[in-house]
């Protein structure tokens, strides 16, 4: 049954002889929000897993089957919730308009006007928790204005985590490398960006770079792309000083990818209107603006970390591996980031390429690190049920997938106009998830037209209707 519920405040959710409260959030400022949203934000609800494949997802089994195994999970563990509302946003991919329409829909902020910094915490933004699961590069229209528009919330006063994505990194490695080429470990991690490399220069040249003098300092081409491209000591000395951590086949896999993406980035440079000079000058730029102490962004990756925990639920980019879940049971989140701080920090090739790096890049194919049963049993001793993430984008708003009997909720909800376009999916995307004290999950997107309700107490009390009481 759907219910219309104004929003931000609090109705009784009656399951059995039991009250909960569950508080949808109040859009304010809904009249500056870039117009071309979808859907208009939902103000209905709906049992998350009545949402059918858009809910839970459903692979070699039926969806009867796969609510019985969620079922048989909460009875398993007794949950433990944050304290405070905890904001999930993912994957917003260089689109400031989806971080302002995702902040507007998590409550968190009122939109008072059209430009960016016409925005305000709202009350129940001040005792909010917002974690943002990385993936800020790419794909969208402005690195540069995404992160202006993330710093200014921040300096809000706001509660505030960064999480680290495959994106983030590949950036971080790729421009850090360059004047490196030499590295048998690292020399070809700007290479190894490509294509995806070029839109993040071209932003940097049009903004930083334009006058007529910005070049005097820059060496000759021929000088250029011996700091851009692995050298001849590269492509000889990588196979053997990969071999202690890749298979054969692996090495192969990665010289033939590095190998044809230097043969096309040129050309593709060229297309784009940036000659390798200008792509060279940019990428100094850049770690001008990321890494020296005075740069505009160095705040950027000073405060990203790997994982984040609260009560029962785990909050990464990507998801989790076995030798993840080894380090959870006999550590804790705290020693993860402490493996990923040290390892972003020196040598690009040792992150890469071990361990810690799966929490980022997985989708558990057969071609990652795998989690198995023996992995999700450690995690759930370790009191962690629940694993929230983004990295697999989603058409219809977030979803709950089982993973060796372990829940995930996925929430990478396709925000950027880029992949939208790209993907068929109409106008400018906006979505969040909502962790409340109170014991529910909300699945926000302007993809799917109620908000996805998620409500342990009341799958095991086979209540799935709300009755909505003022």
């Not at 980019?317 to 705290?334: E, F, K, P």
């Amino acid at each position: 049954m759907e219910n219309t519920f104004a929003a931000f405040k609090l109705y009784g959710l009656m399951m059995t002889n039991k009250k909960k409260q569950c508080s949808l959030p109040d859009y304010h400022g809904l009249k500056w929000l870039d117009d071309s949203l979808p859907i208009a934000l939902p103000e209905t609800t709906r049992d998350w897993l009545d949402c059918s494949k858009h809910g839970l997802r459903q692979r070699k089994t039926s969806g009867l089957k796969s609510r019985s195994t969620v079922k048989s999970l909460l009875q398993s563990h007794d949950w433990q919730w944050p304290h405070r509302s905890t904001v999930f946003i993912s994957d917003l991919h260089a689109d400031g308009d989806a971080l302002l329409a995702s902040l507007v829909a998590s409550g968190g902020i009122k939109k008072t006007g059209k430009d960016d910094y016409h925005f305000k915490l709202t009350e129940q933004g001040r005792s909010m928790l917002f974690i943002f699961g990385g993936d800020f590069f790419d794909k969208g229209p402005s690195n540069l204005r995404l992160l202006r528009v993330l710093h200014m919330f921040i300096k809000t006063g706001a509660r505030v985590r960064l999480l680290a994505g495959n994106h983030d990194i590949r950036v971080l490695f790729g421009m850090r490398s360059v004047g490196q080429t030499e590295d048998p470990h690292n020399g070809h991690f700007f290479i190894r960006m490509g294509a995806k490399a070029i839109p993040f220069l071209l932003e940097i040249r049009d903004e930083y770079l334009s006058d007529n003098n910005a070049l005097k300092a820059m060496p000759d081409e021929e000088t250029c792309i011996k700091r851009l491209f692995p050298t001849e000591a590269w492509w000889q000395q990588f196979p053997e000083m990969a071999s202690w951590v890749m298979p054969p086949e692996s090495i192969s896999r990665e010289m033939a990818k590095i190998k044809h993406k230097a043969e096309r980035f040129e050309m593709l440079c060229e297309q784009a209107g940036l000659s390798l000079r200008e792509a060279y000058a940019a990428a100094v730029k850049w770690q001008q603006l990321f890494l020296s102490q005075e740069g505009e962004f160095y705040w950027f990756f000073k405060r990203m970390r790997l994982a984040y925990r609260k009560g029962s639920f785990l909050f990464v980019h990507a998801g989790i591996d076995d030798r993840i879940a080894v380090m959870l049971r006999d550590n804790n989140t705290g020693f993860l980031n402490q493996q990923f701080k040290q390892q972003i920090q020196g040598s690009p090739f040792e992150f890469y390429y071990g361990p810690v790096a799966n929490t980022i890049r997985t989708k558990y194919r057969t071609i990652d690190m795998p989690l198995s049963g023996i992995g999700a049993k450690q995690v759930r001793d370790a009191g962690i049920h629940a694993i929230v993430h983004g990295h697999r984008n989603l058409h219809r708003g977030q979803r709950i997938a089982l993973r060796k009997k372990l829940l995930h909720f996925e929430c990478d909800v396709t925000l950027d106009r880029h992949s939208r376009r790209k993907e068929g999916l109409r106008g400018a995307g906006a979505g969040v998830t909502l962790v409340q004290p109170s014991g529910y999950i909300l699945g926000i997107s302007t993809d799917y037209r109620d908000i996805k309700v998620f409500h342990p107490e009341s799958i095991l009390a086979d209540a799935g209707d709300f009755h909505a009481t003022k």
